[in-house]
């Protein structure tokens, strides 16, 4: 019985490793090919023109990615500043009308995107001494507070207040009890919910259009003109380009894990 777990486990891993990478597999094919006709299985001919193309002045590989993480990390930093307190607060503490700014939290997610982000977009009009950056992020930001505020209120929701109580009762005060006893039990979560909001900022593309005015290219502003245009050979090279900050993200929150693990381990130890 115990190996026949054993083997439907591993089969379950199987299928869901195969899902995500077999999906890759024609994106790297078509990324060295102009050309690829039914029925052939591999392409016949190849060439390095798309890569060529994408490093090159024209092809903006790099401003875009540049652009894109630059407008990530000031979406999570503005997250962290402005969610985690928010999370908090819904979390652990009673007062009139939670209840509606919860809902108000989460009208992000069933407002129609468009419809929000024009009315940020009218209020960025007037913050004009504010860069590009700082309005594509303030729209990111609208997109993924919800996802960010959930998964931290979910946590603080577990880890209650008696903690926080008996840190105040020794003395502590709340810089010191947000230090020594909540950020290292949130940490998890808090990884977590920052990768989501990597992941969900680089992939936005209206919100960076209308607010910048398709003056600061981003990968997903990059690579939509040529998607819309059929060029599947350089869509693929810039879905592997943009494919890789994301690999890395993933495995940063891997590594991330496993200190906060091994930390974990020493101190119990």
Request: proline share 6%.
């Amino acid at each position: 019985m115990v190996k026949l777990k054993k083997v439907y486990i591993f089969l379950f891993f199987l299928f869901i490793g195969l899902f995500m990478i077999l999906p890759i597999i024609p994106l790297i094919f078509w990324s060295f090919t102009k050309l690829w006709p039914w029925p052939q299985l591999i392409p016949e001919t190849f060439s390095l023109e798309s890569w060529v193309y994408l490093f090159s002045d024209t092809g903006r590989a790099f401003e875009g990615l540049f652009n894109s993480v630059a407008v990530m990390i000031l979406t999570v930093v503005g997250n962290i500043l402005l969610g985690l307190p928010a999370a908090k607060s819904l979390s652990q503490k009673e007062f009139f009308g939670k209840g509606f700014a919860f809902i108000v939290v989460l009208l992000p997610l069933f407002i129609p995107m468009t419809v929000s982000i024009m009315g940020i977009h009218q209020i960025a009009i007037q913050l004009d001494f504010l860069n590009d950056y700082f309005h594509v992020a303030i729209a990111h930001m609208l997109v993924t507070m919800p996802y960010f505020i959930v998964m931290l209120w979910y946590q603080y929701k577990l880890l209650g207040l008696k903690l926080q109580e008996a840190a105040y009762s020794l003395g502590a005060g709340s810089l010191k009890t947000f230090l020594w006893i909540e950020l290292p039990l949130i940490t998890p979560a808090l990884i977590l919910a920052c990768l989501l909001v990597s992941i969900i900022s680089l992939s936005q593309y209206l919100p960076t259009w209308i607010m910048s005015g398709g003056t600061l290219l981003t990968l997903p502003l990059i690579i939509f003109p040529y998607a819309n245009s059929g060029n599947a050979s350089i869509v693929s090279a810039y879905s592997i380009w943009f494919f890789l900050p994301v690999l890395i993200l993933v495995s940063l929150y891997f590594v991330c894990m496993q200190i906060h693990h091994m930390k974990k381990s020493g101190y119990r130890g």
